[in-house]
């Protein structure tokens, strides 16, 4: 399934199918759409929005459909209506420069405004936008403590324990009846979670690739990958490179 | 012989002027009657084709003009013999070019070209620019200009780009474009075409000369090679046709073993094949796909009991390997060559006195080039042997062979100049000088394959080299190129420029890994480092497990993993080799072989040709069904293992068959017939299910006419192109060509996801938001004339209108065999999806369970 035709044909709620996991005792599901649910908190986590990539490349002379924007707000609204959450957490890499956010245009800048109006909103600094969001509403945090879960970008190289962070794009592959899939997934061990990303124009990176080396016990790592309308849950052992 | 054109009475070798004369006097030569009309032609100023055999002569026939006109100005210099103002003599700039398709052609003919030059000491310099010459050389080439550039379309692009086109090209006289067939009927050609049209603004008085193949439409090649009015006749070249030269003689390999009903291998002819190579000096071996050639020379191995030096040649091998290959070859110290279609252009192989065949040849015009390697003397018959590897190849044999003999050709067409490659080009000349949208519009349409191009196509294609060309105008700011107040486009900034030369050219490699051999040290680990064995393709790889086996360059490797940019490999390994099942090399059908085999179907009295197994296949084919008239579509329906088969003969090729496969199985699902899957071969495919639909036809529950129906080329063929991942790799090269994404260069995969973009992202983006966006039209043009060969579906549907003839048997027919044997053997190409992950997921789960 590609992100952008989800936003064009957006399945309802009741046929979806989520994944339940826990990560240091904290419940959270995986949303097919890419969003974690905290159901304590009342809280949406999404990861890596990239907002604004496509005009980023322009800049630099590739001219890029401009419609990334509009599709990935339209996903974000799809699953904030979803679950309604007091609470949003956006995980960094929100826009895709420094300059991204000054760049929406007012359409995009209205619609975003309006998730981010009557709930807690949390900007979480990126490696791509290290700077607030300039002109949007919302708190701007480095790093964000809830429900004993520690939210960052990066994903830390000693503090592992109850860690949910973003930044690599995690996907995986499965290899069945010599076809492959290859999906944005939700990576966790039960002690860490790394986000997928959720822009419509983000690739990802295999679980195998060496960037991920070191940052999950292998024993217990499951890939949840992100499927039409459910979320499939396949262990590290049986992914491939 | 004969020569088409007139020859002007008197034209002998006399005519030659000296050291010409001398020269083919001193050898005991006569020069060929087109080598003189080919001069003639130049010397009185039109441009030509000349359309000869392999071994005619025809690389010195096209330098002649050339090397004569040089020599006689620089004669007439010396001696005052014309009086010319010293600004007017001096020439400056390029006297010929030379294009040809490949890198190696131009560095042969080079080499060829140096023998003559040096023994009449003719005063030309003769120069080679290719992507691999240095830096240093070519900004040398650009200061001091050989007489005679030999060179490669993507290098015409990036001359004509530069700032000194105008110097170098200022004194062009010649432009010779060599193996002029293969080069027209690509984006290649476009772009080439494109880049013509450029050079003659430089100098109007340019005269080209093609030299080219036997063609099927002479005519529009002779219209590529001069400027076109559009809305007037199409203008021409002078043509120069050889014809006859010795009959080739061609045979099907005789043999006492049975021919398989299906299959690609041909592994049944082994010893026949492997008796051949025994019994001459030194044989070429083609095959239509590499991993038919490794599987060849492996079997071809197994059974080389003389140790005969046999080789492997094809474009997924290192270059260093093929170079090794070529100059054994050269050398005659080969017995024997396993090729694919890489060796198939005008370079001069040494003494190959048989060229044997594997599997049909697909087109009769390709046969016939590849049977040319053979003896590359004209005066001398080539020799061939054709190897079929299955009983419906052997008809199509027979079919190519009757061709050859007649002469009948099949080449495809120059087909309509791509939107892709207009953007690319209309870029570069933004980068050359700041021009007119009005003058460039007239310079393009005078380019043959973009004369038909309307004026707001082309400012569309205008519109997306400026800001892309969307319906939601944001990137203004932007812009590449801009409207400046005196009403030209210019490039924005100089950085525009040197993007656009990075990403020059058409040819899009499907992403591939460079294959590592590596030692196996035991568990997990493996030894860093080892030689390069070649490259294959990423969606390959990605099907491997690591301690998978495969055939590459003839050794039986074991997968390791993927490591960066490199698939990693060691050596041995046990079970049965998967094979790599490359995307490239796979030809379809041509529809001229496609309607002989019908014709010989249809006919009885031309059987007797064939073998005797064949023959007697097609005789109970007759008796326990029907053989199909000419113009029919027969169907068959019958149960088998309970499940109900529908058996269809369109003898399409396998593409067209295959999108044909996909769009019926979607309307007998909604018919509810319950279709559950299909194959497709280049003779027939075939759809099975769960109802018997020979009875839903018969009772008239599903209708023929309408599930035959044109219209099936309307909704549900966009519905089902939308997903599909043919489309995503034509939207991929569309999109690189045009220049929307930059092109992947060696060294710069590592650069990460963050800077890197995904074409197949780019694409559902752009569908889901403006899919009538000009590159979204290019993408849709291209997989209507190449990857699901739409057009030819077309004209099939209307050619089968109310001649769709159902036969319901209670078994199988004998013609249905071959491809009942495919089923589960070809891969259906399709679609991978959630039911994939499902099984790995519900895997799981049943373990957990049990």
Not at chain 1, 186 to 207: E, H, K, Q
Not at chain 2, 89 to 95: K, P, V
Not at chain 2, 586 to 593: E, G, H, V, W
């Amino acid at each position: 399934m590609n992100r952008a035709s989800a936003a064009q044909a957006l399945i309802s709620d009741d046929m979806i199918k989520t994944a339940e996991i826990t990560i240091c005792a904290t419940t959270a599901i995986c949303d097919p759409l890419g969003a974690l649910y905290l159901p304590e908190s009342q809280t949406i986590v999404v990861s890596d929005l990239h907002l604004e990539k496509g005009s980023a490349f322009a800049r630099r002379g590739l001219l890029l459909p401009p419609y990334d924007t509009i599709q990935t707000l339209k996903l974000l609204q799809a699953v904030i209506e979803r679950y309604q959450p007091k609470c949003v957490i956006s995980l960094g890499d929100s826009f895709h420069d420094r300059v991204g956010a000054a760049g929406l245009s007012s359409e995009c800048h209205s619609q975003l405004s309006a998730l981010i109006a009557n709930r807690a909103w949390y900007w979480v600094a990126g490696n791509h936008d290290p700077d607030r969001p300039a002109g949007l509403d919302g708190d701007w945090v480095d790093e964000l403590y809830l429900e004993g879960l520690c939210f960052r970008h990066e994903p830390s190289s000693t503090e592992a324990t109850g860690e949910v962070a973003g930044h690599l794009h995690p996907a995986a592959r499965v290899v069945r009846r010599g076809k492959g899939v290859r999906r944005a997934c939700f990576a966790t061990d039960a002690t860490r979670l790394i986000m997928p990303s959720f822009g419509v124009t983000t690739g990802g990176l295999n679980l195998r690739h060496q960037a991920f080396r070191g940052l999950f016990n292998k024993g217990q790592l499951i890939a949840h990958l992100m499927g039409r309308d459910r979320i499939y849950s396949v262990p590290f052992e049986r992914l491939i490179a | 012989m004969t020569i088409d054109s007139k020859i002007r009475d008197g034209l002998e070798a006399s005519a030659l002027p000296e050291p010409f004369a001398s020269w083919f006097a001193g050898r005991g030569w006569q020069p060929r009657a087109h080598q003189l009309a080919l001069l003639d032609q130049a010397q009185s100023g039109n441009s030509s084709l000349l359309i000869a055999p392999t071994g005619a002569g025809k690389t010195l026939a096209g330098f002649l003009p050339t090397l004569v006109d040089i020599t006689v100005h620089e004669h007439n210099q010396k001696t005052g013999a014309v009086r010319q103002s010293k600004a007017q003599s001096r020439r400056r700039g390029i006297h010929t070019l030379y294009v040809s398709p490949l890198k190696a052609l131009a560095i042969d003919i080079e080499r060829n070209l140096a023998t003559p030059v040096e023994e009449m000491g003719l005063p030309v310099r003769i120069e080679t620019r290719t992507g691999d010459t240095p830096q240093h050389k070519r900004q040398r080439q650009k200061l001091n200009p050989p007489d005679i550039l030999l060179t490669t379309p993507e290098q015409i692009a990036l001359l004509i780009a530069s700032n000194e086109a105008s110097m170098l090209f200022a004194d062009l006289k010649y432009i010779i474009f060599d193996e002029l067939h293969s080069l027209v009927t690509s984006k290649r050609g476009h772009l080439l075409s494109l880049g013509l049209a450029r050079l003659r603004q430089h100098c109007p008085q340019l005269q080209t000369i093609g030299l080219s193949a036997t063609v099927a439409d002479p005519e529009a090649l002779q219209a590529w090679l001069v400027p076109q009015i559009r809305g007037e006749e199409p203008a021409l070249s002078e043509r120069i046709i050889i014809t006859g030269g010795a009959k080739p003689h061609i045979t099907i390999l005789q043999t006492d073993e049975r021919v398989p009903w299906s299959g690609h291998s041909a592994r049944y002819a082994m010893a026949d094949v492997y008796g051949a190579i025994k019994a001459h000096q030194t044989t070429l071996l083609f095959v239509n796909t590499r991993s038919q050639a490794e599987m060849l020379f492996q079997a071809l191995w197994r059974i080389n009991d003389d140790n005969l030096p046999i080789a492997l040649h094809h474009g997924s091998l290192d270059a260093s390997q093929r170079r090794k290959v070529e100059a054994a070859m050269a050398q005659n110290r080969l017995r024997a060559v396993v090729a694919t279609s890489t060796l198939d252009l005008g370079i001069d192989w040494g003494d190959v006195d048989l060229v044997v065949h594997i599997g049909a040849p697909k087109g009769a015009s390709r046969l016939a080039q590849r049977i040319g390697r053979s003896n590359h003397r004209m005066d001398e018959p080539s020799r061939a042997i054709l190897v079929p590897a299955n009983r419906f190849e052997v008809m199509e044999c027979q079919a190519a062979l009757d061709a050859n003999y007649l002469g009948a050709q099949d080449t495809p067409p120059i087909g309509e100049g791509t939107y892709d490659v207009l953007a690319q080009h209309i870029l570069g000349m933004a980068c050359a000088a700041p021009f007119h949208a009005d003058a460039l519009y007239g310079e393009v349409t005078s380019a043959s394959p973009y004369t038909m191009i309307e004026r707001d196509q082309f400012d569309r294609v205008l519109e997306f080299v400026a800001t892309g060309g969307y319906a939601l105008r944001t990137y203004d700011r932007y812009a590449r190129i801009r409207l400046t107040r005196d009403g030209t486009w210019r490039v924005s900034n100089p950085r525009i420029a040197q993007q656009y030369r990075l990403n020059i050219g058409t040819i899009i490699e499907a992403p591939e890994l460079r294959i590592r051999l590596t030692r196996h040290a035991g568990k997990g680990t493996n030894v860093r480092g080892g030689p390069v064995l070649g490259k294959v393709e990423e969606s390959f790889v990605e099907m491997l497990a690591p301690g998978d086996t495969f055939l590459f360059a003839g050794k039986v490797l074991r997968f390791e993993g993927i490591r960066e940019n490199e698939c990693i490999v060691s050596k041995g390994g046990t079970g049965s080799p998967k094979i790599p099942a490359y995307a490239g090399g796979k030809f379809p059908l041509s529809t001229y072989l496609a309607e002989q085999v019908r014709a010989m179907l249809a006919e009885p009295d031309t059987w007797h040709v064939l073998p005797q197994q064949v023959r007697g296949w097609l005789e109970i084919q007759r008796l326990k069904s029907v053989l199909p008239s000419r113009s029919d579509l027969l169907i068959e329906t019958f149960p088998h293992e309970d499940r109900f088969y529908m058996m269809m003969y369109p003898f399409e090729g396998r593409l067209a068959h295959q999108t044909l496969g996909m769009l019926l199985t979607r309307r007998l699902e909604r018919a509810r017939a319950r279709p559950l899957g299909f194959v497709a071969t280049d003779y027939a495919m075939a759809i099975w299910g769960l109802r018997d639909m020979g009875l839903m036809f018969e009772r008239g529950e599903v209708s023929l006419s309408d599930l035959f129906d044109e219209d099936v080329l309307g909704d549900d063929l966009e519905a089902w192109l939308a997903e599909s991942w043919m489309l995503k790799r034509t939207f991929r090269n569309c999109a690189v060509i045009s220049g929307l994404i930059e092109r992947r260069h060696p060294g710069q995969e590592k650069t990460g996801r963050q800077v890197t973009v995904s074409a197949d992202l780019i694409y559902d983006v752009l569908r889901s938001h403006e899919p009538d966006h000009i590159l979204l039209q290019a993408t849709r043009n291209d997989a209507a004339s190449g990857l699901l060969d739409i057009r030819r579906l077309a004209d099939m549907l209307e050619r089968i209108k109310g001649h769709i003839i159902v036969k319901r048997l209670e078994q199988i027919s004998p013609l249905a065999v071959p491809v009942m044997l495919e089923i589960g053997k070809e891969p259906v190409a399709g679609e991978a999806h959630d039911d994939i992950l499902a099984e790995a997921a519900d895997e799981i789960i049943a373990e957990a369970m049990g």
